[in-house]
């Protein structure tokens, strides 16, 4: 990093002493600053030498001295309910003095630390969403979107379309190596010139920015469809639809496929191989859905309307076909002469405290752990009693209770509880207790419960009617799974992708921990 030497500007230099009236010590910063801005310092960065995560968030001090220059300002923001954030992005995309060159890097700097970890959640979200047969992880995905080390500071040219390297002398070279988090930078638009080109309804944070940026990366759009969902039809689709994918659906859309699998993945099974693509369901097939959709209480009135709902259900699994599209974000709309988000682009759902009220994000918190308890209690039970009805592991299933206990509170892995329990190898181990199955469920559960305890409490409020309209109820169950996975599952699923010496502190495991020692 160089020296900034600037020409009659603030030297900010790692370590050097500034007069007591124009700045204060790092070690006071965080008692003025907010903790939340911590976020425009802190980087993550690829780290491979990490075994499990792949990357780590280090602190550039440099974007931390330059926030705590801007302190008088941030207070006068904070005070006035204004955008830091905004702020920084004026001054990163200004092309007249002042800003100056140095200010702009170093606001540049800020808003690269504060996209760096969207961006890896965005490839943790690609993975959940396209990796479950393993054939990649977002350890994959990283390094074609989280290239930006920190080390250079970059601004923009005059057309704000090109990376230029900033030197202490102010001079300015083509940045070789383009890095994505800038590019994110480039194409998002402060709140002034979103209000002139975009509609004012399809604004996005910069969050949501990074999350659909991210899955429009050319390079990582390529991998993915050599390692994860290929574009097939809706009927492939629904065919090829595993369990874990179902788990994610709501319960009649999970009837909806089971019933289908029946019949169509019966006949197929059938066909000889080599047969043509996966045809129309066959009227004799939709019949024998409907009856089987009968039995299990979901009354469809025809054929036709059956073709529709398992279409809807197919375009759900195709939600996420993030590579489907090469279209820009936006689109000029000849009538209203303005630059519009496209259609066919939701925005990854805000904090449910933005979508309605802060009474329900309150109310959430308050259900979270009573609700994440039962899940825990409800599961375990049903895993005993399946493994007392398996004609293989009935004789095991007394291990279950025990071999929990030693994975979650002894920190044990399954190869070395197999032989404590007297199991014939690690394979056995992990069909008996399948700690991962057992946190999938629960968090499928866990999520079950909020919704429904959420849609009477909108009911309530008048938020919505019984039953709610689809879109308001596909919205809400994003919006919980972002919550539950935020709060629980994300750290409780990083625990148990630790190798040696895990331990497990997350709030799912100790609900999980309380609920083994009342079976004891």
């Known amino acids: 990093m160089p020296d900034f030497k600037g020409r009659g500007v603030i030297v900010y230099r790692p370590g ?145 379309k090109q990376q230029l390297l900033w030197q202490s002398d102010d001079s300015l070279t083509l940045n070789p190596y383009p890095v994505f988090s800038v590019e994110i930078l480039q ?24 999350y659909f940026k991210t899955k429009q990366n050319s390079e990582l759009k390529k991998y993915l469809s050599d390692h994860g969902f290929k574009k097939i039809s809706d009927w492939a689709l629904l065919n090829r639809t595993r369990s874990r994918q179902l788990q994610d659906l709501a319960t009649r859309d999970r009837l909806l496929v089971e019933a289908f699998h029946t019949v169509y993945r019966r006949d197929r099974r059938q066909q000889p191989k080599g047969a043509r693509k996966c045809p129309d369901p066959s009227p004799q097939q939709l019949q024998e859905m409907l009856n089987i959709l009968k039995d299990q209480e979901v009354i469809i009135y025809s054929e036709i309307q059956l073709l529709q ?111 404590v329990l007297g199991m014939t190898s690690w394979d056995q181990a992990r069909r008996i207790l399948n700690p991962g199955e057992l946190l999938n469920k629960v968090r499928t559960l866990t999520v079950q419960n909020l919704l429904e305890q959420v849609l009477q409490k909108a009911q309530k409020m008048g938020l919505t009617s019984i039953p709610p309209k689809a879109e308001y109820l596909n919205r809400v169950i994003q919006a919980i799974e972002a919550f539950a996975d935020q709060e629980i599952f994300q750290v409780a699923t990083e625990e148990m992708r630790t190798g040696k010496n895990r331990s497990f502190n997350s709030l799912y495991a100790q609900h999980l921990r309380a609920c083994l020692s009342e079976l004891i």
Not at 63 to 76: N, R, S, V
Not at 188 to 202: D, I, K, L, M, Y
Not at 333 to 361: A, F, M, T
Not at 371 to 396: F, H, N, P
């Open 187 to 210: 194409s998002f638009q402060v709140n002034g010139e979103r209000s002139r080109r975009v509609n004012s309804t399809a604004n996005m944070s910069l969050k949501n920015w990074v």
């Open 16 to 160: 050097h002493n500034r007069q007591k009236s124009t700045s204060m010590s790092l070690s006071n910063q965080n008692a003025v600053l907010p903790s939340v801005l911590s976020k425009y310092w802190r980087m993550f960065r690829i780290h491979p030498a990490s075994d499990t995560a792949g990357y780590q968030a280090d602190t550039l001090k440099l974007a931390q001295e330059f926030l705590e220059h801007k302190q008088l300002e941030l207070e006068d923001l904070l005070s006035s309910k204004g955008s830091f954030e905004a702020v920084l992005l004026t001054d990163f995309k200004a092309q007249n003095s002042p800003p100056n060159l140095q200010t702009r890097a170093l606001a540049g700097l800020c808003l690269r630390c504060a996209v760096s970890e969207p961006i890896l959640k965005a490839c943790q979200k690609l993975e959940n969403l396209f990796g479950g047969e393993k054939s990649f992880t977002y350890r994959d995905l990283l390094p074609f979107v989280l290239n930006d080390d920190g080390q250079n500071l970059i601004v923009l040219d005059q057309d704000q």
């Open 309 to 419: 709902d398992l279409k809807q259900v197919a375009q759900q699994l195709r939600q996420y076909d993030v590579w489907n599209s090469r279209q820009p974000l936006e689109v000029y709309n000849c009538d209203s002469e303005k630059y519009e988000i496209r259609s066919d682009i939701h925005p990854e759902p805000e904090p449910l405290v933005e979508i309605e009220q802060r009474e329900i994000r309150e109310f959430l918190y308050e259900q979270l752990e009573s609700v994440l308890l039962t899940a825990i209690q409800q599961e375990i039970q049903q895993k005993l009693a399946k493994l007392k009805k398996s004609r293989k592991y009935a004789d095991k299933a007394d291990q279950f209770i025990p071999g929990l206990r030693l994975y979650y509170i002894q920190g044990m892995s399954l190869k070395e509880i197999a032989p």
